[in-house]
T-cell receptor, first 114, second 111 residues
Framework: GAVVSQHPSWVICKSGTSVKIECRSLDFQATTMFWYRQFPKQSLMLMATSNEGSKATYEQGVEKDKFLINHASLTLSTLTVTSAHPEDSSFYIC??????????FGQGTRLTVV | GENVEQHPSTLSVQEGDSAVIKCTYSDSASNYFPWYKQELGKRPQLIIDIRSNVGEKKDQRIAVTLNKTAKHFSLHITETQPEDSAVYFCAASPNGNQFYFGTGTSLTVIP
């Protein structure tokens, strides 16, 4: 199947700093990618839809200034957690729809803010 | 937006028994319903899916049923094995791109 790669897989940062997470579709083009957040033992919560060449669409309750999304090419979307705080610690996963219309997920990024 | 509910949240079965997980959705526009299996710390993996023009789909020990009128769909795993132990998520999608996930079911298969 199609491959979506996410980097880094694990990051620890200090409170107040910003962290960038990359999501790449390796063997297909994705005009749209999606970012999810997952708390321990909980479900995936859709945060935003990343649109290539235009602004991201955020789900209700998700701060767009806090979670900056950039989708500059057909194979790359980035999520930047700005001014991170301990409550932002979570597992972040991206996905893209590849052929044949299946959602493929990145391997996830475990963010710990200390 | 879409609201997907999933039950039960935890499920323990004896090896060889069947497991059933149920989901309901709210948006009648949803037409694609995948099921994902997620092992701890790993990405979700698609195990089976069903589209709204079909009422049932089976793949070896796994089957999914869909009732569009009642807006619910279910995952059935027969002859469960210890390696089936994982968290299972249902999802609903109106367009095959955005997916709204259920709250997950932690399945434990007891040897």
């Amino acid at each position: 199947g199609a491959v979506v790669s996410q980097h880094p897989s694990w990051v620890i940062c200090k409170s107040g700093t910003s962290v960038k997470i990359e999501c790449r579709s390796l063997d297909f083009q994705a005009t749209t990618m999606f970012w999810y957040r997952q708390f321990p033992k909980q479900s995936l919560m859709l945060m935003a839809t990343s649109n290539e060449g235009s602004k991201a669409t955020y789900e209700q309750g998700v701060e767009k200034d806090k979670f900056l999304i950039n989708h500059a090419s057909l194979t790359l979307s980035t999520l930047t957690v700005t001014s991170a705080h301990p409550e932002d610690s979570s597992f972040y996963i991206c996905s893209a729809t590849g052929p044949p219309r299946e959602a493929f997920f990145g391997q996830g990024t475990r963010l710990t803010v200390v | 937006g879409e609201n997907v509910e999933q039950h039960p949240s935890t499920l323990s079965v004896q090896e060889g028994d069947s497991a059933v997980i149920k989901c309901t959705y709210s948006d009648s526009a949803s037409n694609y319903f995948p099921w994902y299996k997620q092992e701890l710390g790993k990405r979700p993996q698609l195990i089976i899916d069903i589209r709204s023009n079909v009422g049932e789909k089976k793949d070896q020990r796994i089957a999914v049923t869909l009732n569009k009128t009642a807006k619910h769909f279910s995952l059935h795993i027969t002859e469960t094995q210890p390696e089936d132990s994982a968290v299972y998520f249902c999802a609903a999608s109106p367009n095959g791109n955005q997916f709204y996930f259920g709250t997950g079911t932690s399945l434990t298969v007891i040897p």
